[in-house]
């Protein structure tokens, strides 16, 4: 069965980076592109950006798209989302998830919180 | 680049009861490119309808979608205890995703 594994908590300081794994599994992990959103606590989901697994080919968010790298593995069926230059806004619950065979996201990661403090 | 508004922002109803969320878009959009997802609380978003009707692999037909232009609906009738969480609906079109704000949908 699909399933997109993340990588675990992260406890960062302002000014560092943070790189979050997500792990594909049950499928052709070329076939479909991954996509990073992020969820402040209390607040909505926000689009960060996607990658191409196939091509490697990124898109990002106007917002963020000066401190974030989307990059896969594709021996490893692995995507990665680096976040640099991390502040306290950045703390949110990172997922991934799986673009389905059109304009929507069928499979997600379980999340992965990243807490930004001094 | 297209804003998504959904309301209410909370909406307060019984099992059993009828559910209409909105989500209404800035600029016209395709049918195609909209999307309804369910979250509850500590777990990550799950599919609820794409192509803004169409229902996701195993969601149960208490759930529809409509909509087009700048309007779509998520109706839920019939609200089963499972069924009270947070929905988001969402665009993708040109490489670009947005979401809207989010719908709680409480007992």
């Known amino acids: 069965q699909v399933q997109l594994v993340q990588s675990g908590t992260e406890v960062k300081k302002p000014g560092a980076s943070v790189k979050v794994s997500c792990k594909a599994s049950?499928?052709?992990?070329?076939?479909?592109?991954i996509h990073w959103v992020r969820q402040a606590p209390g607040h909505g989901l926000e689009w960060m950006g996607w990658i191409h697994t196939g091509n490697g080919n990124t898109r990002y968010s106007q917002k963020v798209q000066d401190r974030v790298t989307i990059s896969r593995d594709r021996v490893a069926s692995t995507v990665y989302m680096e976040l640099s230059r991390l502040r306290s806004e950045d703390t949110a619950v990172y997922y991934c998830?799986?673009?389905?065979?059109?304009?929507?996201?069928?499979?997600w990661g379980q999340g992965t919180l990243v807490t930004v403090s001094s | 680049e297209i804003v998504l508004t959904q309301s209410p922002g909370t909406l307060s109803l019984s099992p059993g009861e009828r559910a209409t969320l909105s989500c209404r878009a800035s600029q016209a959009v395709s049918s195609p490119y909209v999307a309804w997802s369910q979250q509850k609380p500590g777990q990550p978003p799950r599919l609820v309808i794409f192509?803004?009707?169409r229902r996701a692999t195993g969601i149960p037909d208490r759930f529809s979608g409509s909509g087009s232009g700048t309007d779509f609906t998520l109706t839920i009738t019939r609200l089963d205890p499972e069924d009270f969480a947070v929905y988001h609906c969402?665009?993708?079109?040109?490489?670009?995703?947005?979401f809207g704000g989010g719908t709680k949908v409480e007992i």
């Open positions: 192509a803004a009707s």
């Open positions: 969402h665009h993708y079109a040109g490489s670009r995703v947005t």
């Open positions: 998830m799986r673009e389905g065979l059109g304009y929507y996201f069928d499979f």
């Open positions: 049950g499928y052709n992990f070329a076939s479909n592109a």
